[in-house]
């Protein structure tokens, strides 16, 4: 795999801020994940069935399934096992850095 191609399969996942800017799978159950702020791949395909009816039941479920089980493998979403169940979330930091630096103690040429 070169550089780019690492770049591509590892890029940060992108919520877009409305529906209507949705225009991937991705986008789509990326968006309907940050409306319930975590939940499951069936929670998500019920969200994004409530959202746009359009699309069949086993289409949004398999996709939401498949997408947010390989972005958590990729280290992209965080989830965890709850009641024999993956609930996903989209934070990858929950708490914000406290601390600070300082800049007398970083190694020659870093700064």
């Known amino acids: 795999m070169n550089d780019q191609d690492f770049k591509d399969e590892f890029k ?3 919520v877009p801020a409305h529906f209507a800017d949705c225009h991937t799978w991705d986008d789509k159950i990326f968006y309907a994940l940050a409306q319930l702020g975590q939940a499951t791949a069936l929670e998500v395909a ?7 009816s359009e699309q069949t039941r ?9 997408i947010l ?14 009641d024999n169940h993956f609930v996903y979330n989209l ?3 929950e ?3 406290k601390g ?4 007398g103690l970083l190694t020659e040429g870093l700064d």
């Open 58 to 66: 086993s289409e949004v479920e398999n996709c939401s399934e498949s």
């Open 12 to 14: 940060p996942v992108h």
């Open 69 to 82: 089980k390989d972005h958590f493998k990729k280290g992209l979403i965080k989830g965890h096992l709850s």
């Open 46 to 52: 019920d969200k994004l069935i409530e959202i746009d």
């Open 91 to 93: 934070s990858k930091i």
């Open 100 to 103: 600070n630096v300082n800049p």
């Open 95 to 97: 708490k914000s850095n």
